[in-house]
């Protein structure tokens, strides 16, 4: 295998980690604790909370209202083309950062995560973590959430980070001539 197909596939490691982790907890949350509500106060301080919850919508529930194709169509179809566009980009481009392929890595192991309980748990994605918020923005609690989304959130960042932080494609390329 050639040093740039290493360079590729490497980071598809931590794709298969996030796969198996958030699979692994939330097939340990669903079995342990089938009905939905307050599992434990990890801290006994109200902090961390472990409650599992279902949501059939997306981030923050948004889009929880809508019809249930409308719902399919927008939270299965458009993340399949997303995520397989993603992918098939990754695999094709030589434009990515060592982290920023880690980073694409990430996203999808956290999207197939999330897209996995779209498509086989029709009671929703399973969510179960829950921090306290303190009230920023008006939220006394951060809505719930799950290891995938954890890694989609974490790893959108730090691409955004690097592609700020990445001298432009003007900057990388020598002027003609020069040396």
């Not at 995938?148 to 690097?162: R, T």
């Amino acid at each position: 295998m050639n040093e740039t197909a290493k360079k590729k596939i490497l980071p598809l490691s931590l794709t298969a980690l996030i796969l198996l982790l958030d699979q692994g907890v939330k097939a340990f949350i669903v079995k342990n604790w089938p009905n939905e509500g307050l599992i434990n106060d990890v801290f006994n301080n109200g902090f961390l909370y472990i409650f599992h919850v279902r949501n059939k919508a997306i981030a923050f529930s948004l889009g929880h209202n809508l019809p249930g194709q409308a719902r399919f169509v927008l939270f299965t179809i458009a993340p399949i083309l997303v995520l397989g566009f993603l992918f098939w980009y990754y695999l094709k481009s030589q434009d990515f950062t060592r982290l920023q392929r880690w980073a694409v890595a990430g996203i999808l192991g956290g999207g197939l995560g999330n897209l996995i309980d779209r498509v086989f748990r029709p009671d929703g994605v399973v969510d179960f973590i829950s921090v306290k918020f303190y009230g920023i923005l008006g939220m006394e609690r951060f809505p719930t959430f799950n290891v995938a989304d954890s890694s989609i959130v974490i790893c959108c960042i730090l691409f955004f980070i690097s592609i700020i932080k990445s001298p432009g494609i003007a900057e990388k390329t020598p002027e003609p001539g020069a040396r």
